[in-house]
T-cell receptor, first 113, second 114 residues
Framework: DGGITQSPKYLFRKEGQNVTLSCEQN?????MYWYRQDPGQGLRLIYY???????QKGDIAEGYSVSREKKESFPLTVTSAQKNPTAFYLC????????????FGSGTRLTVV | AQSVAQPEDQVNVAEGNPLTVKCTYS??????LFWYVQYPNRGLQFLLK??????LVKGSYGFEAEFNKSQTSFHLKKPSALVSDSALYFC????????????FGQGTELSVKP
């Protein structure tokens, strides 16, 4: 089955720690995206990548970092510089082209304890 | 610049009644429009899209959407709502000549009561 997998489903972080959220896809999609979702605020774009070894900042990139070393993988690191990291994080992938939508992962819920 | 608006934060409907979730968009060229649904603690699932052709697009789970170019709208509809349709719905847009990211609306919470 082709799809996009996010892990872990739930993640707890202590203050001052960096954590990395995993996103893997076997859809052969060139583009991958990370979104943050907070209650009542919709989806906010953190980073996106349309090709291996290249990525661009989205609307709320501060306190986050990404890498795109392989086509299949787009991990997101939430650094200690992110002051309010508790949120639901969604990864998506797509074929590059205007008439293609996104395929989403099932999300990771990050909680700072 | 591209944008999409969902004017209602919440829509309440009785089971069996028709439902409409509204979406308006702004693009400089021809739009590609999408609807997604999100159930609690899950990712977004694709419902339907408008690329070109018939203004009435049919999608998953009995949903359809009507593209109206003059009103720049793409409202989601279903003739008879089910309690299981209760979820968060997102509209999204991309310009015809832009292969980049989708622009999402803020989402509309649909609540269907028995």
């Amino acid at each position: 089955d082709g799809g996009i997998t996010q892990s872990p489903k739930y993640l707890f972080r202590k203050e001052g720690q960096n954590v990395t959220l995993s996103c893997e896809q076997n859809l052969n999609h060139d583009a991958m995206y990370w979104y943050r979702q907070d209650p009542g605020q919709g989806l906010r774009l953190i980073y996106y990548s349309q090709i291996v070894n290249d990525f661009q900042k989205g609307d709320i990139a501060e306190g986050y970092s990404v890498s795109r070393e392989k086509k299949e993988s787009f991990p997101l690191t939430v650094t200690s510089a992110q002051k309010n990291p508790t949120a639901f994080y969604l990864c998506a992938s797509s074929i590059v082209g205007a008439n293609y939508g996104y395929t989403f992962g099932s999300g990771t819920r990050l909680t700072v304890v | 610049a591209q944008s999409v608006a969902q004017p209602e934060d919440q829509v309440n409907v009785a089971e069996g009644n028709p439902l409409t979730v509204k979406c308006t968009y702004s693009v400089s060229g021809n739009p590609y429009l999408f609807w997604y649904v999100q159930y609690p603690n899950r990712g977004l699932q694709f419902l339907l899209k408008y690329i070109t052709g018939d203004n009435l697009v049919k999608g998953s789970y009995g949903f359809e959407a009507e593209f109206n170019k003059s009103q720049t709208s793409f409202h989601l509809k279903k003739p008879s709502a089910l309690v299981s349709d209760s979820a968060l719905y997102f509209c999204a847009v991309r310009e015809y000549n832009q292969g980049g990211k989708l622009i999402f609306g803020q989402g509309t919470e649909l609540s269907v009561k028995p």
